[in-house]
């Protein structure tokens, strides 16, 4: 194991990615209970991570001493650099030299960090992002890279295994840095890569059983990725101990209900309730034109649906739920202060505590494209483990305003022509999500010879690497006019189509 020291940074969580790509498993704490974590995992190496903090600030973050008396090698990174200085010994000042974005370096010495990418006097692009820098190095420190606003751009202390460096190696824009990580794990702290998702699979199953013996367990499918690998898991370790229960609120897309419930029910024969509660939410969100209340109607009914169901199936003492390892880390907050709430998140968050039933999550440690590799290693066909995200409450809140189950039909048509055109045109996988929305706005139009008036369709792509922020994907407008042309002739109901320009921020990626 790698421990990662997360000081804040914005993108520690690359550096876990960049570490498990090594093959090697690795683990992100908080700076406030890094000793803890430390003493609990045992790790072979550590990362400290960047962060928005400042060495030279009163009180700012350190790394527990125990890291650098162990003996075992630390790479620092941006601020877990400075740290690393200013606690053995090194200086550290405040900025004249700011650096933001792309930086060259050039290497003044050889070391196993730059082993097979970079050569002594070659000049290589990294990603900087610092104010600070190391101005005067620890005993036993000497520089392997310099660049114009960082002349300690990497620093070694090859003998006690030491690295700093003031970029940032886990992220896309130094291209190399993919590598130096890898160095890092592997020719430094001499780790194996041999964390694959086979043997993965393998342990979990192992940890399933212990956990569950012979209790029986019960899991909400919403047909996304997530719960769906994580009851393939389950059901592979513990068999038809496992009920899986499958709320169909009739807001999915075409054909998706009859997906999940084939898929589960019948290629891997996992036992699966079906519970047809479409009346039940449609009746309740008819009429109803705040997106807030939309949100909080389909939460609540959801909980209750569940709770019902589980209730008739009786005796089960384990809920399992996808739970990924971003929704557990626990992020390190400098700022505190309450943060709005722009939408109320539809999940089964709060179900555990109300039912009083213990948890099996066996996705708590993987990322998202690792869940997917799982999917892959289970057998899921590649078509479901690459779908787009889906929100919880559906169409619904693509459908602004009040809905009907008429408008629903009509945003489902539109919506799978509009993904068929995505897919025949090969950009389905450069997307992050795409999908219609159906306004509730009609506009007057001339089909043949006569007067229509009918809903506007708007379509929606977007790319992004995590949902938080995301550009509006630039599709030709030949692609757009074709797609607008099929679904205003095959969909009735539709007599005109836009295409939403908007990133987010401003706009948030869904309607409502
Ligand atoms: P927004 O619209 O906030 O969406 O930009 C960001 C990402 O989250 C998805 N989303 C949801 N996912 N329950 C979910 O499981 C929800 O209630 C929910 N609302 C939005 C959205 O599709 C996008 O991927």
Redesign the pocket.
């Known amino acids: 194991t790698i421990l990662i020291v997360d000081f804040g940074s914005q993108v520690t969580q690359l550096i876990a990615r960049r570490v498990r790509e090594a093959g090697v498993y690795s683990e992100i704490v908080p700076f406030q209970s890094a000793e803890e974590g430390f003493r609990r995992l045992n790790p072979k190496a550590v990362i400290l991570s960047g962060s928005p903090a400042s060495t030279t600030e009163e009180n700012s973050p350190r790394a527990p001493e125990i890291i650098f008396s162990s003996g075992i090698p630390v790479l620092g990174i941006c601020y877990g650099q400075q740290t690393m200085c200013a606690q053995l010994g090194g200086k550290i000042e405040g900025g004249l030299h700011r650096e933001f974005g792309r930086a060259f370096l050039e290497v003044q010495k050889s070391s196993p960090l730059f082993d097979g990418i970079w050569a002594e006097g070659t000049r290589h692009q990294v990603w900087m992002s610092h104010g600070d820098r190391v101005t005067a190095l620890p005993k036993g420190f000497e520089i392997i890279a310099a660049s114009p606003g960082a002349p300690f751009a990497a620093i070694a202390d090859e003998a006690r295994r030491f690295y700093g460096v003031q970029f940032h190696p886990e992220v896309v824009h130094t291209p190399d840095g993919a590598k130096l990580i890898s160095n890092f794990v592997h020719r430094i702290a001499g780790l194996k890569g041999d964390w694959t998702m086979a043997a993965f699979r393998e342990q979990a199953i192992g940890e399933i059983r212990a956990k569950v013996g012979d209790a029986r367990v019960i899991c909400g499918l919403?047909g996304?990725v997530d719960s769906s690998v994580a009851a393939i898991l389950i059901h592979e370790a513990i068999g038809d101990q496992l009920t899986c229960i499958f709320v169909d609120h009739g807001l999915l897309r075409m054909g998706e209900a009859e997906q999940v419930v084939g898929m589960f029910r019948d290629h891997y024969n996992i036992p699966l309730v079906h519970v047809q509660a479409q009346d039940l939410f449609i009746g309740a969100l008819e009429g109803e034109m705040d997106p807030e209340v939309k949100?909080k109607t389909?939460?609540r009914l959801f909980i209750e649906t569940f709770e019902a169901e589980a209730k008739k199936i009786g005796g089960a003492d384990f809920l399992a739920q996808g739970t990924l390892y971003p929704d557990v880390i626990e992020s390190v907050s400098f700022t505190g202060g309450p943060s709005v709430t722009?939408?109320?998140?539809?999940?089964v968050g709060g179900l555990p505590e109300r039912m009083n039933m213990k948890l099996v999550e066996p996705l708590r440690e993987l990322f998202k494209d690792e869940v997917r590799e799982l999917g892959r290693e289970l057998g899921l066909p590649e078509q479901f483990v690459g779908r787009?995200?889906?929100?919880?409450?559906g169409l619904a809140?693509r459908c602004p305003g009040g809905i009907t189950r008429e408008k629903l039909e009509i945003l489902r048509q539109a919506d799978a022509i509009y993904l068929d055109e995505i897919r025949k045109a090969g950009l389905y996988d450069a997307i992050?999500?795409a999908?219609a929305v159906l306004l509730p706005v009609q506009t007057v139009g001339v089909m043949g010879d006569g007067r229509t008036y009918e809903f506007v369709c708007a379509l929606r792509a977007v790319t992004?690497v995590d949902?938080?922020t995301?550009d509006f994907y630039a599709f030709d407008m030949e692609f757009l006019g074709n797609a607008a042309t099929r679904i205003i002739n095959e969909v009735k109901g539709i007599n005109r189509v836009v295409y939403d320009v908007t990133s987010?921020p401003p706009?948030?990626?869904?309607?409502?």
Not at 388 to 393: A, E, I, K, Q, W
Not at 507 to 512: L, R
């Open positions: 919403s996304g949100r389909i939460g722009i939408k109320s998140h539809h999940n787009h995200p889906f929100p919880g409450p809140i992050w999500q999908f992004s949902g938080m995301a987010k706009g948030t990626i869904e309607w409502e």
